[in-house]
T-cell receptor
Framework: GEDVEQSLFLSVREGDSSVINCTYT??????LYWYKQEPGAGLQLLTY?????DMKQDQRLTVLLNKKDKHLSLRIADTQTGDSAIYFC????????FGKGTTLSVSS | EAGVTQFPSHSVIEKGQTVTLRCDPI?????LYWYRRVMGKEIKFLLH????????ESGMPNNRFLAERTGGTYSTLKVQPAELEDSGVYFC??????????????FGQGTRLTVV
């Protein structure tokens, strides 16, 4: 496909794990990113992964990369209400190419 | 250190009017990007400045949009005349250097433009 694809909504309960999936377009992308946008705020870089890696862990965040399938995922362990936000997957071309964003809703 | 700032945060204008959005990048960042998110859709690239030069403006939708970065500092994005489909959130981002390495792009909070 020509677009970076993400599911639009995800709803989880506090304390559960959240998994947000993304399919990107360019197998030659060197870096893949996850950005977070909280209400009324700008985009914040959450984490990124270099294309020669298949996993990266950073505290509660785990990024998995499947280059063969051009599939990227973000797992948030022990999801908190403060994690409620829109999460954007992006790949690096000459500029960043974003997906439509996944709205994560966390209920207590 | 101040981050990327955008002004105004919100703008509501009538169809046919002109609006100018401003972005102040992080001091010392040569790269400045404009992106736009139309509601419910992906964030789309509009253009990229390196200092005062337009490096890539392939994402600009049409000639109603004019971006400038005089002196290589702040940038403006003017929409004239505005149409209904121009409504959305306009993000600006800046980064320190370009190349194959990972250079984080810092985003502003966005300007929400509503054309009525």
């Amino acid at each position: 496909g020509e677009d970076v694809e993400q599911s639009l909504f995800l709803s989880v309960r506090e304390g559960d794990s959240s998994v947000i999936n993304c399919t990107y377009t360019d197998s030659s992308s060197t870096y893949l990113y996850w950005y977070k946008q909280e209400p009324g705020a700008g985009l914040q870089l959450l984490t990124y992964i270099f294309s020669n890696m298949d996993m990266k862990q950073d505290q509660r965040l785990t990024v998995l990369l499947n280059k063969k399938d051009k599939h990227l995922s973000l797992r948030i362990a022990d999801t908190q209400t403060g994690d409620s936000a829109i999460y954007f997957c992006a790949e690096k071309g000459t500029a960043l190419i974003f997906g439509k964003g996944t709205t994560l809703s966390v209920s207590s | 250190e101040a981050g990327v700032t955008q002004f105004p945060s919100h703008s509501v204008i009538e169809k046919g009017q002109t609006v100018t959005l401003r972005c102040d990048p992080i001091s010392g960042h040569d790269n400045l990007y404009w992106y736009r998110r139309v509601m419910g859709k992906e964030i789309k690239f509009l253009l990229h400045f390196v200092k005062e030069s337009k490096q890539d403006e392939s994402g600009m939708p049409n000639n109603r949009f004019l971006a400038e970065r005089t002196g290589g500092t702040y940038s403006t994005l003017k929409v004239q005349p505005a149409e209904l489909e121009d409504s959305g959130v306009y993000f600006c981002a800046s980064s320190q250097s370009q190349g194959e390495g990972n250079t984080e792009a810092f985003f502003g909070q966005g300007t929400r433009l509503t054309v009525v």
